[in-house]
Nanobody, 123 residues
Framework: HVQLVESGGGSVQDGGSLRLSCVAS????????MGWFRQAPGKEREGVAS???????VYDDSVQNRFTISTDNAKNTVYLQMDSLKPEDTAMYYC??????????????????WGQGTQVTVS
């Protein structure tokens, strides 16, 4: 069993920064893909960024060059550094993980493990 716990959300002004954290516990050895989704009110959930076990990163075009995903394997933690935040980044952000790529293509959003979400508000 795997648990994911996010933290780091909050309210910031346009142009500000936040860093989200996601700590994984349990059987984490099988989590080859970790990353973040977000969902704004009235909108569909969308992938934000993902990181594979071999260090490959993928970003949505809307956050490219503003967000950075990274990991601290010793702490079983994945981070999302968000800079130059815009009001359209306002959403609930969810950490997700799986042994297969659940962030892109037809499998996007099919991750087996999800966190509870952390709210990011940019005004």
């Amino acid at each position: 069993h795997v648990q994911l716990v996010e933290s780091g959300g909050g309210s910031v002004q346009d142009g500000g920064s936040l860093r989200l954290s996601c700590v994984a516990s349990g059987y984490t050895a099988s989590l080859y893909y970790m990353g973040w989704f977000r969902q704004a009110p009235g909108k569909e959930r969308e992938g934000v960024a993902s990181l594979s076990e071999i260090g490959q990163t993928v970003y949505d075009d809307s956050v490219q060059n503003r967000f950075t995903i990274s990991t601290d394997n010793a702490k079983n933690t994945v981070y999302l550094q968000m800079d130059s935040l815009k009001p359209e980044d306002t959403a609930m952000y969810y950490c997700a993980a799986d042994r297969v790529d659940c962030f892109s293509g037809s499998s996007a959003g099919t991750c087996n493990y999800w966190g509870q979400g952390t709210q990011v508000t940019v005004s």
